[in-house]
């Protein structure tokens, strides 16, 4: 069984704060990515990876950071987190047969 | 690029009745197409897929078909209960074999289907 999972599932944070979250697959998965999901908006691509070190903007970079030192290892940055970065984040890796497997996601609050 | 609309955005069914979520795609090279379900405080789970060589495929209760020329495809839920109360929602890609980004998912915005017992 694959598995994915990430480091909180749920987090506080303030404004101006720095916050890291993780993902660690343990399928020796190429790519991975980051998603935002917010009612009614659906899953909104943040950023992904294909390889160490590799990253690419998704749709809504703006704001976040990521960093992939290790293969089975991704995580996102929120530099400076503001209240509109009040969402559920969900990590996921990609298969060689396309499909995605998702963690269990870490609703994050900025106050 | 790729776009994937999704209807309908709520459904709500009595229990043992059939469901039918549907979504359209606008890239033609598109050939990979799965369904998630979300249940609620939970991860998305693959409950189903389906490529382009093949127009429809069944797993018990569920079953997905494609129209490749119409560029739509559906989830039907047949003699549905209590527990198919979730969030489903559909993606397209191309596939890894293109390489680079259009190997990603393409997802649809949801739909919030409630099964009344």
């Known amino acids: 069984d694959v598995k994915v999972t990430q480091s909180s599932r749920y987090l506080v944070k303030r404004t101006g704060e720095k916050v890291f979250l993780e993902c660690v697959q343990d399928m020796d998965h190429e790519n991975m990515f980051w998603y935002r999901q917010d009612p009614g908006l659906g899953l909104r691509l943040i950023y992904f990876s294909y390889d160490v070190k590799m990253k690419e903007k998704g749709d809504i970079p703006e704001g976040y950071s990521v960093s992939r030192e290790k293969k089975e290892r991704f995580s996102l940055i929120l530099e400076s987190a503001s209240t509109n970065q009040t969402s559920m984040y969900l990590c996921a890796s990609q298969s060689s047969t396309d499909t995605q497997y998702f963690g269990p996601g870490t609703r994050l609050t900025v106050l | 690029g790729e776009n994937v609309e999704q209807h309908p955005s709520t459904l709500s069914v009595q229990e043992g009745d059939s469901a039918v979520i549907k979504c359209t795609y606008s890239d033609s090279a598109s050939n990979y197409f799965p369904w998630y379900k979300q249940e609620l405080g939970k991860r998305p789970q693959l409950i189903i897929d389906?490529?382009?060589?093949?127009g429809e495929k069944k797993d018990q209760r569920i079953a997905v078909t494609l129209n490749k020329t119409a560029k739509h495809f559906s989830l039907h839920i047949t003699e549905t209960q209590p527990e198919d109360s979730a969030v489903y929602f559909c993606?397209?890609?191309?596939?890894?074999?293109?390489?680079?980004?259009?190997?990603?998912?393409?997802f649809g915005k949801g739909t919030k289907l409630s099964v009344k017992p």
């Open positions: 389906i490529r382009s060589n093949v």
């Open positions: 993606a397209a890609s191309k596939g890894l074999g293109y390489g680079g980004s259009q190997g990603n998912l393409i």
